[in-house]
């Protein structure tokens, strides 16, 4: 074995027949057992040194005394970025996406390795930089710490940022910047919940940026690694949209459907809800585009293709209510997972008004051509809405989950609550999600513009037959 460069022998202990025979060696020249063999007796030369070569291992890189450097130390953080760092990372804690620990906090952190106090301004890395900043300084005004620093001011500051930064990186796309852009517009969008009471940015960051940046992965690039972690914080966000705004999403999309039950925690009981979320959904555009142009108030007569279309849509419904059945028979809530059983259970109260509105709010149309549909009764829909004010409430009291995740099921309730003591609790629970994330006052003036609606109907009909 050849001698290392901080090896202090100047030359082997034993010659070259010795030591390949494994036999001692007197170390004189010639040695002493080579003599008595009359065996040529060589030792080997010392290594020549032009200079010593040290190795750093942690980098495998080889350096000489002359150029080795120390590693610098990397500049400190300042002490207000740190500060706000601290608390994204609460935020982070307390607006739990799935119920369980939030493993994506190690791959973004990952991310950010780079993106600190002396990153140049352009690094893909900076605009995902600026939006953990930006959510950090609304959770710090949230709890009233770091006053001196005006936060809603930086938070301001560093969104904008974010969004500049964010514009430069989409222009100068490479694969290497998809996961930093898809989280950025995540985190983006959390803030627009924060500061838009309507709704329509997150909308946008939603639907052109977070959905957009997996379509554009595609699956396969979910299957693992950072994105797959990206997809499952994204996907109640991108669920809950979808049947919000009775919009369709790529996730009922065979392949995102076959990615899910391999990546998504199959097993759990919020992933089985999630999926007959986004199917009921995906049944709801396409039953109010049948019942807008099969079944005009003026006919009720319909043509075989028409008539075929109706039933699979009401079978589809019926395979619907069967699954949800069957996920509330085999659902086994577990201690350890308490906060996601929670979400999950109410969930699948607001799915299961969902797909009933999906029929009884057209009911003349179904009833008219002769087609059974999987409606609730008025005792299934009042029980299906106590269950969610109690676990929403439940939840809001003493869960790390985001109150951003009850909208859905609060909205679905609130459309059902026709007595005072139920708008009232709808109400009350939605003041509570407002007071961390405002775009609840968009909620909110839906349903009261709902409710009037409703009471002057009431009237109209009233004085209708009175008279």
């Known amino acids: 074995m050849s001698l290392g460069p901080f090896d202090r022998r100047t030359r082997r202990s034993r010659c070259i027949t010795c030591a390949a025979t494994h036999s001692k060696c007197s170390g004189s020249t010639p040695c002493t057992r080579c003599q008595t063999r009359g065996l040529e007796c060589l030792f080997p030369s010392p290594p020549q040194s032009k200079g010593a070569v040290i190795i750093k291992l942690d980098r495998a890189k080889i350096h000489t005394p002359s150029t080795f450097q120390p590693v610098r130390p990397q500049n400190p953080l300042p002490y207000v970025t740190a500060g ?212 005009p108030p003026v006919t009720t007569t319909l043509d075989s293709l028409q008539l075929s279309q109706a039933f699979d849509l009401a079978l589809e419904g019926f395979n619907l209510r069967q699954s949800l059945d069957s996920w509330k028979l085999n659902t086994s809530p577990l201690p350890e997972s308490q906060d996601e059983t929670l979400l999950s259970l109410a969930y699948y109260s607001a799915t299961s008004i969902y797909l009933s509105g999906n029929y009884d709010y057209d009911m003349a149309h179904w009833q008219a051509i002769g087609v059974a549909v999987p409606i609730l009764s008025a005792d299934q829909i009042e029980e299906h809405f106590d269950a969610i004010v109690a676990t929403v409430k439940e939840a809001l009291k003493g869960s790390s989950l985001s109150p951003l995740l009850f909208l859905f099921p609060l909205r679905v309730a609130g459309a059902r609550a026709k007595l005072h003591w139920q708008r009232d609790a709808v109400t009350d629970l939605l003041q509570r999600v407002r007071r961390k994330f405002i775009v609840a006052d968009a909620m909110l003036e839906e349903l009261r513009e709902l409710w009037t609606r409703t009471v002057q109907q009431k009237l109209s009909s009233f004085y209708c037959l009175d008279s």
């Open 84 to 295: 706000y760092l601290f608390y994204f990372d609460l935020f982070v804690r307390t607006n739990s996406f799935t119920g369980r620990e939030p493993a994506f906090i190690a791959d973004v952190q990952h991310l950010m390795k780079t993106a600190s106090s002396n990153l140049s301004p352009h690094h893909p890395s900076r605009s995902l930089f600026n939006a953990m900043l930006a959510l950090g300084a609304m959770q710090a005004h949230d709890q009233g710490a770091m006053s001196q620093h005006n936060n809603l001011s930086f938070a301001l500051r560093s969104y904008h940022h974010s969004v500049v930064d964010l514009r430069s990186a989409v222009s100068n796309f490479s694969p290497s910047r998809r996961e930093s852009i898809a989280w950025t517009t995540f985190f983006l969008g959390l803030f627009e919940l924060l500061q838009d009471s309507s709704g329509q940015k997150w909308l946008q960051h939603m639907v052109f940026g977070t959905a957009q940046a997996l379509v554009a992965s595609g699956p396969a690039a979910c299957r693992s690694g950072g994105m797959r972690t990206f997809f499952v914080q994204a996907r109640t966000f991108e669920a809950c949209r979808s049947i919000i705004f009775n919009q369709p999403s790529f996730l009922s999309n065979p392949d995102w459907m076959s990615l899910t039950e391999k990546v998504c925690f199959s097993s759990t009981n919020l992933s089985g809800i999630l999926k007959m979320v986004v199917l009921c959904s995906s049944l709801r555009v396409r039953t109010a585009e049948f019942t807008r142009a099969a079944c």
